[in-house]
């Protein structure tokens, strides 16, 4: 049986979306298993358990913590009070002699990241940078209708200054307005269109097929959620509710054109009577952007060059991959309408935990 490891941490996230993924083979009694993060003095910051079994793959057991991680702390792994890994990034931690079980250690650093990275490894052996696949902008197809003060309005013919309704209700206005076209072969089928059918989420819900580039984010509601993401409302993203009713990817469209809408503050609006968000220019997405795009963006909002994640926060809380099986399987009744997936089997539970 192989010894636990950490498959994957991010610790430049802040505290809210900072987190340690552990693997172990499944049906492993996990009860004695800890990851302690370490402060960059020494001293421990947090003691976690493993909770509860977030997933299992491929004959593994998989485990998040959520912990907030100082960029010049260290993670430590023990099971039973042996360390298993005792890992750092941006320096060398000596742990303190007398606290936690890495007690007189001194860390492995593994490797450092920018704000929207992660570190991974297969089998804890060597770690690599992760990006969130920024290679498209969430952005809707060409044709989609989004709704205005004066009606719904196809969002190509959509312009600077337009009022564009809000989900919650008023109007923002429509700052900029970006597209790009992208042939759909070889490595780029990735980024093929996600195919929401008519009525797929409910009744009117959307109120005709719509498309979005698989990283789009769709709102989910829950009360359920409020136990597990502190929201009763949550951002997921379209690729993950491929499988559920009238949703899959369509291959069909050979040269998909995407448009994004960018606002004041990140935004929830209506595109075919369906909740979806409104660009969020975070880093991950803006270094898979051209030099064109950034400097006009950056010309609008200079607070983007000025600081890591500099538009703000996103609308609603913003689901990591590891939660949007949780939340599609707590969904039995989406946008207040039943729309059960066919492919979902019930599965624990995980309570997030706070930092």
Same mark, same amino acid.
């Given at each position: 049986?192989?010894?636990?490891?950490?498959?994957?941490?991010?610790?430049?996230?802040?505290? /809210?979306?900072?987190?340690?993924?552990?693997?172990?083979?499944?049906? @492993?009694?996990?009860?004695?298993? $800890?990851?302690?993060?370490?402060?960059?003095? &020494?001293? %421990?910051?947090? @003691?976690?358990? #493993?909770?509860?079994? %977030?997933?299992?793959?491929?004959?593994?057991?998989?485990? %998040?913590?959520?912990?907030?991680?100082?960029? =010049?702390?260290?993670? /430590?792994? /023990?099971?039973?009070?042996?360390? !298993?890994?005792?890992?750092?990034?941006?320096?060398?931690?000596?742990?303190?002699?007398? *606290?936690?079980?890495?007690?007189?250690?001194?860390?492995?650093?593994?490797?450092?990241?920018?704000?929207?990275?992660?570190?991974?490894?297969?089998?804890?052996? +060597?770690?690599?940078? $992760?990006?969130?696949?920024?290679?498209?902008?969430?952005?809707?197809?060409?044709?989609?209708?989004?709704?205005?003060?004066?009606?719904?309005?196809?969002?190509?013919?959509? #312009?600077?200054?337009?009022?564009?309704?809000?989900?919650?209700?008023?109007?923002?206005?429509?700052?900029?307005? &970006?597209?790009?076209?992208?042939?759909?072969?070889?490595?780029?089928?990735?980024?093929?269109?996600?195919?929401? =059918?008519?009525?797929?989420?409910?009744?009117?819900?959307?109120?005709?097929?719509?498309?979005?580039?698989?990283?789009?984010?769709? #709102?989910?509601? +829950?009360?359920?959620?409020?136990?597990?993401?502190?929201? @009763?409302?949550?951002?997921?993203?379209?690729?993950? !509710?491929?499988?559920?009713?009238?949703?899959?990817?369509?291959?069909?469209?050979?040269?998909?054109?995407?448009?994004?809408?960018?606002?004041?503050?990140? $935004?929830?609006? !209506? +595109?075919?009577?369906? =909740?979806?968000?409104?660009?969020?220019?975070?880093?991950?997405?803006?270094?898979?952007?051209?030099?064109?795009?950034?400097?006009?963006?950056? @010309? !609008?909002?200079?607070?983007?060059? $000025?600081?890591?994640?500099?538009? &703000? *926060?996103?609308?609603?809380?913003?689901?990591?991959?590891?939660?949007?099986?949780?939340?599609?399987?707590?969904?039995?009744?989406?946008? &207040?309408?039943?729309?059960?997936?066919?492919?979902?089997?019930?599965?624990?539970?995980?309570? =997030?935990? +706070?930092?």
């Amino acid at each position: 049986m192989a010894d636990p490891y950490i498959s994957e941490v991010k610790y430049k996230g802040g505290a /809210a979306s900072d987190f340690v993924e552990v693997v172990v083979d499944e049906g @492993t009694d996990v009860s004695l298993i $800890q990851v302690v993060v370490y402060n960059p003095n &020494g001293t %421990v910051k947090s @003691t976690n358990s #493993l909770g509860t079994l %977030v997933d299992t793959i491929a004959g593994k057991d998989i485990y %998040v913590i959520s912990a907030g991680i100082n960029k =010049r702390g260290a993670v /430590a792994l /023990a099971d039973d009070g042996t360390v !298993l890994a005792f890992v750092s990034f941006n320096k060398v931690v000596d742990a303190d002699p007398g *606290e936690g079980p890495a007690a007189g250690m001194s860390s492995t650093q593994i490797g450092t990241t920018n704000g929207s990275q992660s570190l991974g490894s297969e089998d804890g052996s +060597s770690y690599a940078a $992760q990006t969130p696949d920024a290679g498209v902008v969430p952005c809707f197809l060409r044709g989609t209708r989004i709704e205005t003060d004066k009606g719904m309005k196809k969002v190509e013919n959509l #312009l600077a200054g337009d009022r564009i309704a809000k989900a919650s209700g008023g109007y923002a206005e429509l700052r900029w307005i &970006g597209s790009v076209s992208i042939p759909i072969e070889g490595e780029n089928e990735k980024h093929a269109p996600v195919h929401i =059918r008519k009525h797929a989420l409910g009744r009117g819900i959307p109120k005709r097929d719509l498309w979005v580039s698989p990283n789009h984010r769709v #709102l989910l509601c +829950s009360p359920d959620f409020e136990l597990y993401f502190s929201d @009763t409302e949550v951002l997921i993203p379209a690729k993950h !509710l491929v499988g559920w009713m009238g949703i899959d990817i369509d291959t069909s469209i050979k040269l998909p054109e995407y448009h994004h809408l960018l606002f004041d503050e990140h $935004q929830v609006i !209506l +595109s075919e009577g369906l =909740r979806t968000e409104s660009f969020h220019p975070g880093d991950s997405v803006l270094e898979g952007m051209s030099e064109a795009t950034l400097l006009e963006l950056m @010309t !609008l909002f200079p607070e983007l060059a $000025q600081e890591t994640n500099g538009y &703000g *926060e996103t609308a609603r809380p913003c689901l990591r991959s590891f939660e949007t099986g949780v939340a599609t399987t707590l969904v039995q009744d989406i946008q &207040g309408l039943i729309a059960s997936p066919n492919d979902l089997r019930p599965q624990k539970l995980p309570k =997030r935990r +706070s930092a």
